[in-house]
């Protein structure tokens, strides 16, 4: 029978080359995101993360941009590895104060080719 | 090295029984999220907690699904009658939410794959 899931957007780059993520998010008042990455088999790990009053932050390899006009969220990885292989979700966050929840995106599945 | 641990790992059980998955959350933490993940849904927030108190648990069946938090280096999630449609990965995650300041990282644990036949 046919399977029926999600269908993650997939991202495929050779080795050594950089990857860019993208990510719409959905609410206005977001003030805080976070990029997670999961491998297969494991937990989504924390990556980098931004806040609203910034439009661009470096971590290592990684580069995060925020266009809050758009609501759009990129990650930028330089020089993929193929430990870089994963699923890459974007989270946001809104409310600042008491709200401690994170709304995730889909997630879009990056393949690296040695 | 301060981690998220879940136990168990894998749980394989029939329709109707019940299920109780675990979670210790890192230590000083003060906020524990449970969510499920599955391939339909994608990563869904079932419920949270701060300083053991719930803060929301809209995500949750509320008629089959219990988490609680019975100290603060314990979190369950029950499930009780289990159904098929409740196979997933259910993941706990730990943070350490302070009022006022817009940072919310949380810590994910390796996640509890539950099959229910």
């Known amino acids: 029978g046919e399977s029926v899931g999600l269908h993650l957007p997939t991202l495929s780059v050779q080795e050594g080359d950089n990857s860019i993520i993208n990510c719409a998010y959905s609410n206005s008042a977001s003030d805080y995101f976070i990029w997670y990455k999961q491998e297969s088999g494991k937990g989504p790990q924390f990556i980098i993360d931004i806040r609203s009053n910034m439009d661009k932050r470096q971590g290592q390899r990684v580069t995060v941009l925020l266009n809050k006009t758009v609501k759009h969220l990129s990650l930028q990885i330089a020089a993929t590895q193929p430990g870089d292989s994963a699923v890459y979700f974007c989270a946001e966050n809104y409310g600042g104060g008491s709200n401690y929840k994170l709304t995730f995106g889909k997630g879009t599945l990056l393949t690296v080719n040695p | 090295d301060a981690r998220v641990t879940q136990t168990p790992r894998h749980k394989v059980t029939e329709m109707g029984q019940e299920v109780t998955m675990r979670c210790q959350p890192i230590l000083g933490h003060n906020t524990v999220f449970w969510y499920r993940q599955t391939m339909m849904q994608g990563l869904e927030l079932l419920a949270y907690f701060r300083n053991r108190a719930p803060l929301d648990d809209s995500g949750m069946p509320k008629d089959r699904f219990s988490a609680e938090m019975p100290d603060a280096t314990l979190a369950t999630l029950k499930i009780q009658p289990s159904e098929p449609r409740d196979s997933a990965v259910y993941f706990c995650?730990?943070?350490?939410?302070?009022?006022?300041?817009?940072?919310?990282?949380?810590?994910f644990g390796p996640g509890t794959r539950l099959t229910v036949l």
């Open positions: 995650a730990s943070g350490l939410a302070m009022t006022g300041v817009g940072r919310n990282e949380q810590f």
